[in-house]
Structures are given as C-alpha cells and as structure tokens.
C-alpha cells in the first residue's frame, strides 16, 4: 500500500510540473512575439524618441504589458542605439518577464 501511494505522490507531481512548464513556455512565446512587434514599432517609427515609454497590448492581447526604453549607445559610437523591449503580465510580480534588448544604427543626420 505504501508502495503505490509514493508511485502516486511521483506521478501528481510530475503532472504539477508539466502544467507549469507547459504555462511558462505559452508565456515565453507569445511574449517573445509581442517583444518582436514592439521592436519593430520602434525601427519603423526611428530613434528620435529617444527614453522610457510603457503600455499594454489591449485588445489584441489582454493581459499583457510592456516597458520599452530607447537610449544612446555609450562611448564613441554615434549612430548607435540601445533598445530594450521588456513584456510581463499583469499581476505578476516585476522581476517575471522576457527581455528583448539589441542595438540599431541609424545613419546620423548632417547638416
């Protein structure tokens, strides 16, 4: 009897496990797509908004937010941007999250 309680105990816990893994690999793609889109947004508008911007992905995709932020590229490096696209849900805690973070070039602008 104690046998199969303990091989039950095994199998309700990796059932536990698998529920996780399965809700954290629908959050790592889906929010992997939403990063994506907003760095596209940014390359297609440019860098001059240069800062911080938050918001949410409504309707398309309640429940999910994003922080963006948009910075030159310290040193000797003119042309160059860092961006860095982070989405989370709601209601999780902050440190929960993908981060997307690359550089870009844009040609600078002479006068």
């Known amino acids: ?21 399965q ?9 992997l797509f939403l990063a994506q889109d907003r760095l596209s947004r940014i390359l297609a508008q440019g860098t ?17 937010r994003f922080e963006e932020e948009v910075s030159e590229q310290e040193g000797n490096l003119e042309g160059f941007y860092r961006v860095k696209v982070r989405v989370f849900e709601e209601g999780n805690s902050s440190d929960v999250g993908l981060v997307l973070e690359t ?4 040609r600078p602008k002479y006068k």
């Open 1 to 21: 009897m104690a046998l199969i309680l303990v091989a039950l105990l095994g199998v309700f816990q990796l059932q536990g496990q698998s529920l996780r893994l």
């Open 48 to 64: 001059e908004e240069i800062g911080g911007r938050s918001g949410d992905f409504e309707p398309e995709m309640p429940g999910f």
């Open 23 to 31: 809700t954290e690999s629908r959050f790592n793609t889906t929010a």
């Open 103 to 106: 550089l870009i070039y844009r």
